[in-house]
């Protein structure tokens, strides 16, 4: 089929390479013209393992191709999907100025009738509006279908989850409509679920909101633990066992960040509030989440009292391993509380010292060098659990720190391997490795 994608940010790059690779003619239109040039020459735009081999496979072929201009992608396309951002308004509600924006553009440039596809994670009751938006701005009597089928890549594995999904929702007003959907996605060989567009909406929101749910409730059971003298870990594992708990997303941390967890639940809450339905359990979550994410604080203080003039290693930057995407990291909030407490902050990233350099200046030091960034530290934190910090040799923290004391907010490493290496260790919801149990 002819396909435009419209925005090439993550999902829509995604969307558009994916859609290539399994036959059809996609253009990606992008109003950014840096990133349509750097996008036409095979250089992604983001990281992503994988991507880059099929954006040159793809562009080579024919199959793929990236355009600023609206009218090029649009003109001759059969289905268009919107894939622009729907940024955090101040009030927790999503913003659908780029989406409405789309809309625009689809009606003043297609020349039949299109199947639009909203990939965005949009409000419920987005897509009808959307579908009145483009059906009064068309020319000549066209008149669009609209589709939701919203998006469950995970960053760092977009690739892989696109060719091996768990499910493709699809919801739409008509049959027809969903059967060429179904049948332009059946090559992804996931199950697809067709329903109704509301339903499709609702299904993204919720699959969000379970999972940071999830993730809160372990780390709430975390810090009882902490409590209680147990081990996460293992209270994790027997509760995973259980087929209808399930082991993925039980993993205690430094709480969640990312592009679409935070944005997701604070956007539900805001959708329930206008539908006179207050989402407590959701609110929570986001509150839980939020307390997380500052606890190794108050460890760190009642370890040392004044941090004032010490060395801190942050390790990573990230919000999560394999991606140079930084919102909502942790550690964006972690750092200014530090350099706040008057501690000399050296971090620590494998790909996102640059974009981070960016939005955090230059009060503090980088390195992409873990050695570099123990090298006469005081105390590390530990915030993504990048695999050069997971498959760290735990030698190195004795051998570089001035001390080895490591706030794990990741639960990187084994406590039997903690104690043999003698480091001093706060991990989350685990029994401490505090100095007087060291030797
Ligand atoms: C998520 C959803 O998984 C995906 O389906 C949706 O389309 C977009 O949002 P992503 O943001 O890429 O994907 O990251 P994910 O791997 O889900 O992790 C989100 C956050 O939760 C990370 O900060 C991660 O560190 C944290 N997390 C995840 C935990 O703290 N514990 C866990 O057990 C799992």
């Known amino acids: 089929m002819k396909i435009a994608v419209i925005g090439t940010g993550y999902v829509g790059l995604v969307t558009g390479v994916a859609l290539s690779e399994i036959g059809n003619r996609v253009t990606c239109i992008d109003v950014d013209p840096s990133k349509v040039e750097k996008l036409s020459n095979g250089i992604p735009t983001i990281y992503e393992p994988g991507l880059e081999e099929l954006i040159r496979?793809?562009?080579?072929?024919?199959?793929?191709?990236?355009?600023?201009?609206?009218?090029?992608?649009?003109?001759?396309?059969?289905?268009?999907?919107?894939?622009?951002?729907?940024?955090?308004?101040?009030?927790?509600?999503?913003?659908?100025?780029?989406?409405?924006?789309?809309?625009?553009?689809?009606?003043?440039?297609?020349?039949?009738?299109?199947i639009v596809v909203i990939k965005s994670t949009v409000p419920v009751g987005t897509n009808f509006h959307i579908k009145d938006l483009i059906n009064k701005n068309t020319k000549n009597g066209i008149q669009i279908k609209i589709a939701s089928n919203p998006e469950f890549l995970r960053e760092g594995s977009a690739v892989k989850d696109t060719f091996h999904g768990d499910r493709i929702v699809i919801g739409t007003e008509d049959e027809q409509t969903a059967d060429i959907l179904a049948e332009l996605n059946q090559p992804f060989g996931a199950p697809i679920v067709t329903t109704d567009i509301s339903s499709a909406e609702m299904?993204?929101?919720?699959?969000?909101?379970?999972?940071?749910?999830?993730?809160?409730?372990?780390?709430?059971?975390?810090?009882?633990?902490?409590a209680m003298g147990a081990n996460v870990e293992e209270v994790a594992k027997g509760m995973g066992l259980d087929h209808r708990i399930g082991p993925d997303f039980l993993k205690a941390g430094i709480g969640y960040g990312g592009s679409c967890f935070p944005k997701d639940t604070n956007a539900l809450v805001q959708l329930a509030g206008n539908a006179n339905h207050?989402?407590?359990?959701?609110?929570?979550?986001?509150?839980?989440?939020?307390?997380?994410?500052?606890?190794?604080?108050?460890?760190?203080?009642?370890?040392?009292?004044?941090?004032?003039?010490?060395?801190?290693?942050?390790?990573?930057?990230?919000?999560?391993?394999?991606?140079?995407?930084?919102?909502?990291?942790?550690?964006?909030?972690?750092?200014?509380?530090?350099?706040?407490?008057?501690?000399?902050?050296?971090?620590?990233d494998p790909i996102a010292v640059s974009n981070a350099k960016r939005q955090l200046g230059t009060d503090i030091d980088y390195t992409e060098d873990l050695h570099e960034a123990l090298n006469n530290a005081?105390?590390?934190?530990?915030?993504?659990?990048?695999?050069?910090?997971?498959?760290?040799?735990?030698?190195?923290?004795?051998?570089?720190?001035?001390?080895?004391?490591?706030?794990?907010?990741?639960?990187?490493?084994a406590l039997d391997k903690v104690k043999q290496a003698t480091l001093e260790y706060y991990s989350i919801g685990r029994p401490d490795q505090a100095p007087e149990l060291i030797g």
């Open 57 to 114: 496979k793809n562009l080579e072929s024919g199959n793929l191709s990236f355009t600023a201009k609206h009218q090029e992608g649009l003109s001759d396309a059969e289905v268009v999907y919107i894939a622009v951002g729907t940024p955090q308004r101040p009030d927790g509600a999503a913003n659908l100025d780029y989406v409405e924006q789309a809309a625009r553009d689809i009606a003043a440039n297609i020349t039949r009738n299109v």
């Open 278 to 348: 207050d989402f407590n359990l959701l609110k929570s979550v986001i509150e839980v989440n939020n307390h997380q994410q500052v606890l190794l604080l108050n460890k760190i203080e009642s370890r040392f009292g004044s941090i004032q003039g010490k060395r801190v290693a942050v390790l990573g930057l990230a919000f999560k391993p394999n991606t140079d995407d930084l919102r909502e990291s942790p550690a964006f909030v972690m750092i200014p509380k530090l350099c706040a407490m008057g501690a000399d902050v050296i971090a620590y």
């Open 203 to 226: 299904i993204k929101y919720s699959s969000n909101a379970f999972l940071a749910t999830k993730i809160s409730f372990i780390n709430e059971i975390a810090n009882l633990c902490e």
């Open 378 to 413: 005081d105390f590390a934190i530990i915030i993504t659990d990048w695999p050069s910090v997971k498959n760290a040799d735990l030698a190195i923290f004795n051998t570089l720190m001035k001390e080895p004391v490591v706030f794990d907010g990741r639960n990187c490493y």
